[in-house]
T-cell receptor, first 109, second 118 residues
Framework: GQNIDQPTEMTATEGAIVQINCTYQ??????LFWYQQHAGEAPTFLSY??LDGLEEKGRFSSFLSRSKGYSYLLLKELQMKDSASYLC??????????WGAGTKLIIKP | GAVVSQHPSWVICKSGTSVKIECRSL??????MFWYRQFPKQSLMLMAT?????????EQGVEKDKFLINHASLTLSTLTVTSAHPEDSSFYIC??????????????FGPGTRLTVL
């Protein structure tokens, strides 16, 4: 079966760095998305990785290792507004999205 | 648990025809379902929110007569794209929420349906 694993909840301090991991077992791989979703809002696009390596975009970076079935989202200089759920989603061989359950990130002052 | 399925996965249709997409919650009762469009490498655009047994609430700019949503049961919502045109080609994603679980902020997403209108 297809499976995406990410932690249910994480807590971090304002100004710090946090890494949210995502591991996957899917039938094929055509890329991995990270989305941010604030309560009551639609998910917003953060990153899309299809090749191995680290992609940096401001305070957010995303890493992918296809051989390990592993990705992480790195958030630096955390701000209170970063409190949200972070969703990992893999595009499988049929170009369908396999979603993780999301990681709820709580930022404390 | 908390699996959401969509059918069909892919659909190709001619311009002017109507297409129905189903969204099912397989192991829980979805009191609320959401329909989104995904544009390549962009955020999901919320189209409408539907609560079981009541009319859907559409986001501004979404034509309710073109995108018909029916949430007739606690496990099934349908989106019908009427008189589809090439500009309606997109990836449509549904999500479901089960308030009975007490998870007011958690949405469970479906795998998406890719619509191509020729």
């Amino acid at each position: 079966g297809q499976n995406i694993d990410q932690p249910t909840e994480m807590t971090a301090t304002e100004g710090a760095i946090v890494q949210i991991n995502c591991t996957y077992q899917t039938s094929g791989f055509n890329g991995l998305f990270w989305y941010q979703q604030h309560a009551g809002e639609a998910p917003t696009f953060l990153s899309y990785n299809v090749l191995d390596g680290l992609e940096e975009k401001g305070r957010f970076s995303s890493f992918l290792s296809r051989s390990k079935g592993y990705s992480y989202l790195l958030l630096k200089e955390l701000q209170m507004k970063d409190s949200a759920s972070y969703l990992c989603a893999v595009v499988d061989s049929n170009y369908q999205l396999i979603w993780g359950a999301g990681t709820k990130l709580i930022i404390k002052p | 648990g908390a699996v959401v399925s969509q059918h069909p996965s892919w659909v190709i249709c001619k311009s002017g025809t109507s297409v129905k997409i189903e969204c099912r919650s397989l192991d829980f009762q979805a009191t609320t379902m959401f329909w989104y469009r995904q544009f390549p490498k962009q955020s999901l655009m919320l189209m409408a929110t539907s609560n079981e047994g009541s009319k859907a609430t559409y986001e501004q700019g979404v034509e309710k007569d073109k995108f018909l949503i029916n949430h007739a049961s606690l496990t099934l919502s349908t989106l019908t794209v009427t008189s589809a045109h090439p500009e309606d080609s997109s990836f449509y994603i549904c999500s479901a929420r089960d308030l009975l679980r007490g998870e007011t902020d958690t949405q469970y997403f479906g795998p998406g349906t890719r619509l191509t209108v020729l």
